[in-house]
C-alpha cells in the first residue's frame, strides 16, 4: 500500500505505525509535477519488483488531497480561487493520469473523494463547492471513459467528518477581513461561520466511517457511482431535491444568519 504524504515527518510516523512491508509513503504535493512522477516511478518499480510477471499494476487509487477556501466570493483572491483548483482539481487529474497505466494493468479501481459540496453550494463556501462540483463532473466522465479498459470509478460525498480540519476552518472565518466599505454586505460572516461550524461539527461523522466506505467502494463486485456519507449530506440533498430553489436559498440565508 502506498501512501501520499506531503510532510516526509508523518511518513516517517506512518512508517513506525504501520506492520514492516505494508505501507509505502510517498511524498506528494500533488500540485508538484516533479513529485508525482517520482511516485510514478516509484509505484512502478516497487509494484514490479513486488509482483514479477505481474508487476507494475496497480489495484486502486483514492484521490483525497484536498483543502478549502471559503468567505464571499467578492473577498476570496484570484490566488486562494486558484490554489482552490490546483489542489482539488488539476492535482487530481495529474495524478490520475500518471497512475492510469498501472491501473489498467490491474484492471482497478479509482476513488474521488468529493463531499456534499460537490452537489449543493452554499454562501460563503462557493471555491470549496465548484471544486468539488468539477470533481463530480471529472469522475462522471471518466467512469464512461475508462469502462473499456474495466476500471471502475466512484465518488464517495462525505457531509461532515470529524478531522482536523475544523480548526483550519475557523482560523479562516477568524482571518476574514472586510473592508469598511463591504462591513454592511459581509459584516455578519465571520459570526455565521462560527454558528455553522459548531452546528456542523457536532453532527459529523467519524473518519472511521468515511474509510468504511472507501473501502466498500474498492471491494464491491459492482460498485455504485457515488456513495453519500451522514445524515446531514442526505438531508441537504433531500431538501435541495424537494424545495423549490427560492425556499432553498431562504432557508439557508436564514440558517446562516445572513
Same mark, same amino acid.
Given at each position: ?5 506531503? %510532510? ?6 506512518? /512508517? *513506525? ?36 510477471? *505481474? ?24 490566488? $486562494? @480561487? ?8 488539476? +492535482? *487530481?487529474? &495529474?495524478?490520475?493520469?500518471? /497512475?492510469?497505466?498501472? @491501473? ?35 469522475? $462522471?466522465?471518466?467512469? +464512461? ?25 475557523? &482560523? ?17 460572516? *465571520?459570526?455565521?461561520? &462560527?454558528?455553522? @461550524?459548531? %452546528? ?17 467502494? @474498492? ?40
Amino acid at each position: 500500500m502506498f501512501a501520499g504524504v506531503r %510532510d516526509p515527518a508523518a511518513g516517517e510516523r506512518l /512508517l *513506525q505505525e504501520a506492520v514492516a512491508g505494508q505501507v509505502i509513503p510517498l511524498t506528494l504535493d500533488v500540485t508538484d509535477a516533479g513529485q508525482i512522477e517520482q511516485a510514478r516511478v516509484r509505484v512502478q518499480e516497487e509494484t514490479a519488483r513486488a509482483g514479477g510477471l *505481474q508487476g507494475g499494476r496497480l489495484d486502486a487509487l483514492i484521490n483525497n488531497a484536498g483543502i478549502g477556501v471559503g468567505g464571499p466570493l467578492e473577498l476570496v483572491s484570484p490566488e $486562494d @480561487l486558484r490554489m482552490q483548483f490546483e489542489v482539488n482539481v488539476f +492535482g *487530481q487529474v &495529474a495524478v490520475t493520469r500518471a /497512475l492510469l497505466p498501472a @491501473l489498467r494493468v490491474a484492471r482497478g479501481r479509482i476513488v474521488f473523494i468529493s463531499s456534499i459540496g460537490g452537489r449543493v453550494s452554499v454562501p460563503f463556501n462557493g471555491p470549496y463547492a465548484a471544486s468539488k462540483y468539477a470533481i463530480e463532473a471529472l469522475g $462522471d466522465a471518466l467512469r +464512461g471513459e475508462l469502462h473499456s479498459s474495466n476500471i471502475r470509478v466512484s465518488l464517495v460525498e462525505p457531509g461532515s467528518v470529524k478531522t482536523p480540519i475544523w480548526d483550519k476552518a475557523r &482560523a479562516t472565518a477568524d482571518g476574514l477581513e472586510v473592508p469598511p466599505e463591504l462591513q454592511d454586505e459581509y459584516g455578519r460572516v *465571520q459570526a455565521a461561520f &462560527a454558528k455553522v @461550524l459548531t %452546528d456542523t461539527e457536532r453532527r459529523a461523522v467519524s473518519p472511521e466511517q468515511v474509510a468504511a466506505t472507501i473501502e466498500r467502494a @474498492l471491494t464491491a463486485r459492482r460498485p455504485r457511482a457515488r456513495y453519500l456519507i451522514g445524515r446531514d449530506a442526505r438531508g441537504m440533498v433531500l431538501a435541495h431535491a424537494l424545495l423549490p430553489t427560492g425556499a432553498f436559498d431562504s432557508v439557508l440565508r436564514r440558517v446562516l444568519g445572513v
